[in-house]
């Protein structure tokens, strides 16, 4: 959690609209970040607080200064706005400062630039009332205004990373980086966003998926920049820092299926070699391809090793939530069977190397080829370094496997005493 700092410039006749029925309890708070953005806030601030008053919302406007110097929080704490100083830099801790201090029972998130349409507020409002845990807009159905998004945005940033966000985690969301969203304030609790930059936008939705919270969607407009300096968006080094965020959240498309890829094609690389040399078109396939198709293999369990052990620290970290799949395959798939498993191929291998040794000898007196020598030893060698993966694998996968014990065991007990 960001460091926060929650100015005392509030005026309460301002600092929040209450609703026809006169309740001072607050049912939306408007979540702005800011940074140096004097020339845009004070026309956001009462846009939005002219709209929750047109609406009858019993609301309040927060400003999440992340270390303005032209006078940004002045502005804003002039116009009715409650200021939060947020020290530590970036999108995601801005957001998150102002989350924060948030007094409502929703919280909807807004730019300061003038690019989201402020008077569609309500219909975020009217879908979390409906009992939706995550209202994301959507800039492609609602619209994109002439020079409202760079091209490369437009045609490239957003469709791909979008794209890769549904194949990835099988969302519905249409627009992942859209910065207007409405959530309720339990669900934000629920998601336990950790990101601090730009990538905060998709690790919202990619939690929101995860955990399996109803997501709805507003058509919404995209509005041209209303400042005359460049945005604080910088387009490839955020757009990695998405895709990197999407890939690490992914154990399955980064490490899994590439290894079962490679485990595949490497098996059946030595199924087709082992026996004997393969000629196809002229060209011959021998032992130094079975060479690179036992490394396939090596590499493959490398990668889905990775992919188990990723799943389970994120698992146990909070990050990811509990996989009922992989809770079952643990029930299976003990160290000790790990152990077992990797001592047959240890113990193959060794019986390999010394029919390798006695072959070498043979050979010498020409009683057998060189080339099947050559295959008893790979497939040796194979054998004990897969087998001394295996065994160390599993006791990795089991040390990372204790502090998820652990807490399931302290979670059980606490039930049971309860």
Known sequence: MPKVKVERWEVESNAYCRSEAGSGEIELSVVIPCLNESQTVAKRVRQALEVLRGAGVAGEVIVADNGSTDGSAEIAKTEGARVVRVEEKGYGSAVMGGIAVARGEYVLMADADESHDLTHIPRFLAELRSGQDLVMGNRFRGGIEKGAMPFLHQYLGNPVLTGLGRLFFKSR??????????????????????????????????????????????????????????????????????????????????????????????AAGCAWLLPQPRVIGGLEFDVRTLVYAFAAVLLGFQFVAFAVF?????????????????????????????????????????????????????????????????????????????????????????????????????????????
Request: proline share 4%.
């Open 173 to 266: 969301c249409g627009d992942f980086h859209c910065g207007m969203r409405g959530f309720s304030l339990g669900s934000y609790q629920r998601m336990d966003v950790r990101s601090t930059g730009m990538e905060f936008a998709s690790e919202m939705v990619v939690k929101a998926t995860l955990l399996r919270m109803k997501i709805s969607e507003i058509p919404t407009t995209q509005l041209p920049d209303g400042r005359d300096r460049p945005p604080h968006l910088r387009t490839w080094q955020d757009g990695w820092r998405h895709l990197r965020f999407l890939l690490m959240y992914s154990p399955r498309w980064l490490f899994l299926y590439p290894g079962c890829a490679l485990i595949v094609l490497g």
């Open 310 to 418: 990723t799943k389970v620290f994120a698992i146990s970290e909070g990050l990811l939530p509990d996989d009922p799949r992989l809770t079952r395959a643990f029930r299976y798939i003990t160290l000790e069977v790990g152990l077992a498993a990797g001592g047959v191929l240890v113990a193959l291998g060794i019986v390999g190397t010394v029919f390798t040794g006695l072959g070498w000898a043979k050979e010498e007196l020409g009683l057998v080829s060189l080339d099947r020598v050559l295959r008893v030893a790979l497939s040796s060698v194979f054998s004990l370094t897969l087998g001394v993966q295996v065994i160390c694998s599993s006791f990795f996968l089991s040390i990372l496997g204790l502090r998820r014990r652990s807490i399931s065991g302290l979670i059980s007990t606490a039930v049971k005493e309860q």
